[in-house]
């Protein structure tokens, strides 16, 4: 069952159920981690306080900690049973994160207190997009970073993700609507930190398993539809 709110589309039971196993925590959530850091380019940012936005039930809360160190965990969620399981993680894994109940279009932080903003796979569950990203906007100091990672329409908008997940379809993007909203917010960010990956669990019709036994190659950039896109995004002003 799903329930839809005004601001943004709640998992369904199987998606929430998915969202605490191993695969997503090593396969999905590792992978996009390890993607951003190498998209940020040295120095990586380290310390300071760390968002992370749509932190559903804080498996990424280990791995942010090991990338990044930050002083200060803040992860933030709008679904009640997410946080509890947060709110479990962190004191299973040591980590002594504050969570708080809101949705990203309404976040309860001062202006210019956060350093880095980790939004992974959350914006497609959004309603309001843009004016989530501007919260990002004015919650990050100048100089902060934008982790940004999200599925496209061309996955969303899918047989077998229409099956078992529900999303807000008519706000999904593709991978140049999704750049083009971060550059229009005022993010800044060179081709050098953005990556289109091609992963196994995003091919649409087979989840790539044609091309895992070798009988069909995955097409090049450029000519496929991506399914995803990372940037590591900055707010311009002094580091």
């Not at 100089?143 to 229409?162: M, N, P, Q």
Request: glycine share 8%.
């Amino acid at each position: 069952m799903t329930y839809a709110s005004p601001t943004y589309v709640e998992e369904t039971r199987i998606g929430f159920r998915f969202l605490a196993t191993r695969t997503w925590q090593h396969h999905v959530l590792r992978v996009a981690i390890n993607d951003l850091k190498r998209l940020a380019g040295e120095p990586l940012p380290q310390g300071g306080t760390l968002l992370d936005a749509g932190c559903g039930q804080g498996k990424s809360f280990r791995l942010l900690r090991d990338a990044f160190a930050p002083r200060r965990l803040i992860g933030l969620d709008a679904d009640p049973r997410s946080i509890e399981l947060s709110r479990a993680e962190a004191a299973r894994e040591g980590i002594d994160a504050r969570l708080l109940l809101a949705d990203c279009a309404r976040i309860d932080l001062p202006d210019a207190s956060v350093d880095v903003v980790f939004c992974h796979q959350t914006f497609h569950h959004l309603v309001e997009q843009e004016r989530a990203l501007a919260e990002f906007w004015r919650v990050l100091k100048p100089g902060g970073r934008l982790l940004f990672a999200e599925s496209t329409k061309a996955y969303i908008d899918t047989w077998v993700i229409r099956w078992f997940f529900r999303h807000p379809m008519h706000v999904q993007k593709s991978a140049d609507g999704y750049l083009a909203m971060l550059r229009a917010q005022g993010f800044v960010f060179d081709d050098a930190n953005v990556s289109l990956p091609y992963l196994w669990w995003s091919r649409a019709s087979d989840f790539g398993l044609l091309e895992r036994w070798g009988l069909r190659a995955p097409p090049p950039p450029g000519r496929r539809e991506e399914t995803l896109v990372n940037v590591a995004a900055r707010k311009p002003g002094a580091a």
